[in-house]
């Protein structure tokens, strides 16, 4: 079975530029999340799909960063203008849940990002 | 929430069996522990998940006190590949089934 599929792996760019991620989720997964993950912490929750649906986006600072899942299956997070601090590495992940709040999240390999 | 608290970091030897142990005070009587480990420059991957009392895998143990304030992740004979971050997470309701992660405990095994 594919896992989730995240591109590109790794990305430069100078702040106030714009930068987009991609994220392909695990076949019948009703729900994917974007994390962020800066250098020695753990992941932070950005926002979570159900479907096409944003279900919570309460952390995505929404003034520069946008994230769309259409016709609930893949999605792209965006990020623009880009600041130092949004140096990260991005996690996408799915699940099956739907209702179910203990299931398993499968986690792609993440796109890391460098802002100059 | 429910938060949770775990070592910053652990040190072990090969062969040696390794026990992390989380505390979460505040658990929801729907919730249950999960527990993720992740690589370097790799997205976490599940380890085990439980409810109370003791769950076993092919990879980890799980051990839950009745009180359920605290889990303890044990890794039997830890290998160099067992080196990674593993985070302790309550999964539930009260977290609408998201992941919150902590900032985990950093287990190095030596040779």
Sequence with gaps: EAG?????????????????????????HATLYWYQQI??????????????????????????FSAERLKGVDSTL???????????VYLCASSLSSGRVTGELFFGEGSRLTVL | LAKTTQPISMDSYEGQEVNI?????????????????????QGPRFIIQGYKTKVTNEVASLFI??????????LPRVSLSDTAVYYCLVQGNNQGGKLIFGQGTE?????
């Design chain 1, 4 to 28: 989730v599929a995240q591109s590109p792996r790794y990305k430069i760019i100078e702040k106030r530029q714009s930068v987009a991620f991609w994220c392909n989720p695990i076949s019948g």
């Design chain 1, 39 to 64: 250098l020695g912490q753990g992941p932070k929750l950005l926002i979570q799909f159900q479907n096409n649906g944003v279900v919570d986006d309460s952390q995505l600072p929404k003034d520069r």
């Design chain 1, 78 to 88: 965006k990020i623009q203008p880009a600041k130092l601090e949004d140096s990260a």
């Design chain 2, 21 to 41: 142990t989380c505390s979460h005070n505040n658990i929801a009587t729907n919730d249950y522990i999960t527990w993720y480990q992740q690589f370097p420059s």
């Design chain 2, 65 to 74: 006190p009745a009180d359920r304030k605290s889990s303890t992740l044990s």
């Design chain 2, 107 to 111: 287990l190095s095994v030596k040779p």
